[in-house]
Each structure stands twice: as structure tokens, then as C-alpha cells.
């Protein structure tokens, strides 16, 4: 656990605070008042762009794990949303499910402050709640800073998947097993 972050132990409601980080910035639940401004973090930051009802969809089926970070003008800088997939399981028919993390992004002016580990440190024990037998993703192969996160956090990479992204980028699939 980051020793930068301090929990708020009375939360109330989706828009009241999880964290506090650096006395700075707060990590809380996603609001759909939220979503455009979520939105334009990942316009900014991130290639791949969704729609509005992709968003919504995700905060409609698994927002307890879809968290922002708000600065001090009140401002989005950074969210991280979740899902939940059935997927068979190798050995069986048998259904396991898998919490994937659909997107991370910081905005680049609030980087490098521990904004993302933040928002990974507190979504991962709300999605791990669903069941999952592990956490899956997938990075560019040469997106350096998201790979270095995600080790952190003991993701290991399992696979390549060959040009996944759409301008033909090859993807690792990294896996963590729910311990
Ligand atoms: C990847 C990203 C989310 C990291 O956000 P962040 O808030 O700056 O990350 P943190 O401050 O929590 O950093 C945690 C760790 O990530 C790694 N990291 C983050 N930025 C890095 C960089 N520029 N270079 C190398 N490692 C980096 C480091 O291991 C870092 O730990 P350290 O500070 O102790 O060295 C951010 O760079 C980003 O939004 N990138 C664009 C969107 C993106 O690529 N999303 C992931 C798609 S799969």
C-alpha cells in the first residue's frame, strides 16, 4: 500500500471521497457527471477512444470499480475503469470470471505523483469482490510507464496478442492470480 495515501473510513455515498492522496488530490467513485470528464482525460491521453454508452455501460455494470481522481479545482485527472468477463476455464466448461482493466490514464500535467497506483490499489479489492480468479489487461508493447505500473503490482505478461491495437501494435496480456 502506497504509505502517501490515507483512507477516509466514513464513506458515505459514490461522490464522497475513498482516499486522499498528497493532501492533494482525491480518489472517489465515478459519477455519470463524471463521464465527460473522464472522457476528455482519455482523449487526451490514450489512442483508443470509446463511446459515450461504452462508458456508461461500465459504469452501469461494474461503477463501484470505476473510480476518478479529482484535483483541487475540482478537476478529473485521471480514472480507471473495470469489467467483469465469463470466460471458460482451460481445463473445463466450467465459466471462471476475470476482472480486465479496460483503461487506466493520468492526465500528463499529474503524473508520476502516485495518482495511478492509487486508483489501482483501490480498485482491485472492489473488483476481486466479483468472484474473479485473476486480473487480466492488456499494454503496448512499448508503453514503458504502463508496463512498469503493472509489474509493480505483480502483473506478469502471459502472452502477445498480434496487432491488437488498431494501428497494428502488438499488446502484451499481462495476468495477476487473485491470491
Ligand atoms: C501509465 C500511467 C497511467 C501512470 O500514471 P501515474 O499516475 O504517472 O503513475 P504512478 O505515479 O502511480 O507511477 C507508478 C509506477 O509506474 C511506473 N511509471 C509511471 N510513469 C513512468 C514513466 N514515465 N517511466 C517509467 N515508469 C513509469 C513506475 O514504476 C512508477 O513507480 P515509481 O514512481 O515508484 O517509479 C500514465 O503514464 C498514463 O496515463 N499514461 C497514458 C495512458 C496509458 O498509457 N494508460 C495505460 C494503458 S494500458
Redesign the pocket.
Known sequence: MNKKIGIDKNVVNNSQPLAHLNNLYSIRRCTVHDLEGVIAVNER??PEDYPYFFYKNILDNFGDAFLVAVSPSNEII?YIMWRVEKTPSLNSLRLIHKGHLV????D?H?????????LLTYSMPIIKKYNICEYV????VS????I??Y??FNFQVHSIKKCYYRDGENAYYMIKKVS
Open positions: 491521453e490514450l485521471g483503461s487506466i490514464a493520468v500528463s499529474h503524473r508520476r505523483k502516485g495518482i495511478a497506483t492509487a489487461l492488456e499494454v503496448r508503453n514503458q510507464p504502463a512498469n505500473l509489474k509493480k
